[in-house]
């Protein structure tokens, strides 16, 4: 996922073809990019993971179209295209379902007014 978000940000015209198929396959999406991880911050990784989720039929439309376009570009589309498979979708679901459990959680633990005996209660009511 991570690498899909580097793909798209690091070329100007491959972020405006996605940005056109976010307008068209997702509308009612808030986002207009897809975000890189954060390998210290949970709370952004989870973040990033919502928003692969959400816009997914996008990414698929754009990858379909740069999979034509010449150069680098199509090889490595193409390449994305095959990963975002019924495995990937499936793996997709359950991360996402987990950190929907743990997102919570991250955010509390990562609060300023947090001790021992309130994050043990918070991780154990996780559970």
């Given at each position: 996922m991570n690498e899909l978000a580097v793909f798209f940000c690091d070329s100007n015209k491959r972020l405006a073809n996605l940005q056109k198929f976010i307008e068209t396959e997702c509308p009612e999406s808030s986002h207009t990019r897809l975000k890189k991880q954060?390998?210290?911050?949970?709370?952004?990784?989870?973040?990033?993971?919502?928003?692969?989720?959400?816009?997914?039929p996008a990414v698929v439309?754009?990858?379909?179209?740069?999979?034509?376009?010449?150069?680098?570009t199509d090889g490595k589309a193409t390449l994305y295209l095959r990963a975002?498979?019924?495995n990937f979708l499936i793996a997709m679901e359950v991360l996402n379902s987990v950190l929907d459990v743990t997102k919570p959680l991250s955010v509390k633990l990562q609060g300023v007014s947090q001790d021992i005996h309130s994050a043990i209660t918070s991780i154990n009511g996780c559970i």
């Open positions: 954060c390998t210290t911050r949970w709370v952004e990784k989870q973040t990033a993971v919502f928003v692969v989720k959400e816009l997914y439309a754009s990858l379909t179209e740069l999979s034509m376009w010449p150069g680098e975002l498979d019924q």
